[in-house]
């Protein structure tokens, strides 16, 4: 997914402005949770998040999404 057609889909979906995160890299940040839904373009790099146990490593273009409170 490319960053214009990803703006889209959250504002279509009701989703607040966007804001960019950069994140060291080989840093991180262990398991938490946010008080909110999350949804993630991935622009440079990649991550690897594990979500119930399974780990998905995500890249340019890739799209991520967390509900609210998700470990």
């Not at 402005?17 to 950069?22: A, F, R, W």
């Amino acid at each position: 997914m490319n960053r214009n057609d990803f703006l889209q889909e959250l504002a279509a979906q009701g989703f607040p402005d966007p804001v960019t995160v950069d994140k060291v890299p080989k840093g991180g940040i262990g398991p938490h949770r946010h008080e909110f839904e999350a949804k993630a373009l991935i622009l440079e790099g990649e991550i690897t998040l594990e979500v119930d146990g399974r780990k998905t490593v995500y890249r340019p273009g890739d799209v991520f999404h967390l509900s609210r409170e998700q470990l």
